[in-house]
């Protein structure tokens, strides 16, 4: 279904945009068998790689939740050349070598006491919310003394929210601004709509089995109904708003 709801809408690598992130997904205490997250909690963890401006995902993959998002990040595919973002839950030195290897441009942010060895200063742009524009090194090990495989010079840009919280904005593309590295990062957005949207609308906030392999199915069906609705949606012009969309085909669905 990716690979149909895709065809007709590639482009050129360098304007192709991946979000990755995961979403959890509980589930009550009769899933512990498989899903046991702590002491009586029990989830799952759906993680995506999404095309926001295809509106869909490119892959989806199902764990129990206490797979880390880095673990699960390590099997998805990765398109040479295309742009990833992605949060903090993908803070591995080695995958992001990886990924600046296959020419991937990266998005992502550094935590707060992460050291950065400064090598440039970039002048940023007078009353933006770009506070900095460094070119430098990250650190060369990662936690617990593993050395660090990605040791290519890095672009810090310093952000300002309107909320007063200053981002650390980590990327590999050193001839971009600052401000279209802070735009990309900004995208992120996108993929919490999305799981949003999927969960509220298709129903995956409750649970009809309790195995792995029902909840596994149930998320499955789930991702196929939104890209059949995208699809039949990218059929017709008369109704633009996907929610609005979406609740036209259920009142309609067994009327000719």
Same mark, same amino acid.
């Given at each position: 279904?990716?690979?149909?709801?895709?065809?007709?809408?590639?482009?050129? +690598?360098?304007?192709?945009?991946?979000?990755?992130?995961?979403? !959890?997904?509980? +589930?009550?205490?009769?899933?512990?068998?498989?899903?046991?997250?702590?002491?009586?909690?029990?989830?799952?963890?759906?993680h995506?790689?999404?095309?926001?401006?295809?509106?869909?995902?490119i892959?989806?993959a199902?764990?129990?939740?206490?797979?880390?998002?880095? #673990? =699960?990040?390590?099997?998805?595919p990765?398109?040479?050349?295309?742009?990833?973002?992605?949060?903090?839950g993908?803070?591995?030195?080695?995958?992001w =070598?990886k990924l600046? =290897?296959?020419?991937?441009?990266?998005?992502?942010?550094?935590?707060?006491? #992460?050291?950065?060895?400064v090598?440039?200063?970039l002048?940023v742009?007078?009353?933006?919310?770009?506070?900095a524009?460094?070119?430098g090194?990250?650190?060369?090990?990662?936690g617990? !003394?593993?050395?660090?495989?990605?040791?290519?010079?890095v672009?810090?840009?310093?952000?300002?929210?309107?909320?007063?919280?200053?981002?650390? $904005? +980590?990327?590999?593309?050193?001839?971009a601004?600052?401000?279209?590295?802070?735009?990309?990062?900004?995208?992120?957005?996108? $993929?919490?709509?999305?799981?949003?949207?999927v969960?509220?609308t298709?129903?995956?906030?409750?649970f +009809? !089995?309790?195995?792995?392999? =029902?909840?596994?199915?149930? $998320?499955?069906?789930?991702? $196929?109904?939104?890209?059949?609705?995208?699809?039949?949606?990218? !059929?017709?012009?008369?109704? #633009?708003?996907?929610?609005?969309?979406?609740?036209?085909?259920?009142?309609?669905?067994m009327?000719?």
């Open positions: 279904m990716i690979g149909r709801a895709h065809r007709g809408l590639r482009r050129s +690598l360098a304007e192709t945009t991946y979000l990755i992130d995961a979403t !959890g997904l509980r +589930l009550d205490a009769r899933s512990l068998d498989w899903a046991r997250f702590s002491e009586g909690v029990c989830g799952a963890k759906l995506v790689v999404y095309d926001p401006d295809a509106d869909r995902p892959y989806a199902i764990t129990p939740a206490r797979v880390n998002d880095i #673990t =699960a990040a390590q099997a998805m990765i398109e040479p050349g295309a742009t990833y973002v992605f949060d903090l993908y803070y591995d030195y080695a995958w =070598a600046d =290897a296959a020419q991937c441009r990266i998005v992502t942010r550094l935590k707060s006491n #992460t050291p950065f060895a090598v440039e200063e002048a742009p007078e009353g933006s919310a770009i506070l524009d460094r070119i090194h990250l650190p060369a090990r990662q617990s !003394g593993r050395n660090n495989p990605f040791q290519d010079a672009r810090e840009v310093r952000v300002k929210l309107d909320t007063g919280k200053v981002l650390r $904005i +980590l990327s590999n593309d050193l001839d601004s600052a401000q279209e590295i802070a735009d990309l990062y900004k995208r992120r957005w996108a $993929i919490e709509l999305f799981f949003r949207w969960k509220q298709l129903k995956i906030r409750r +009809l !089995g309790i195995s792995e392999n =029902a909840v596994r199915i149930q $998320i499955a069906v789930a991702l $196929i109904a939104f890209l059949l609705l995208r699809l039949a949606q990218a !059929g017709q012009q008369a109704v #633009t708003s996907p929610l609005a969309f979406a609740r036209l085909v259920r009142l309609n669905l009327h000719r």
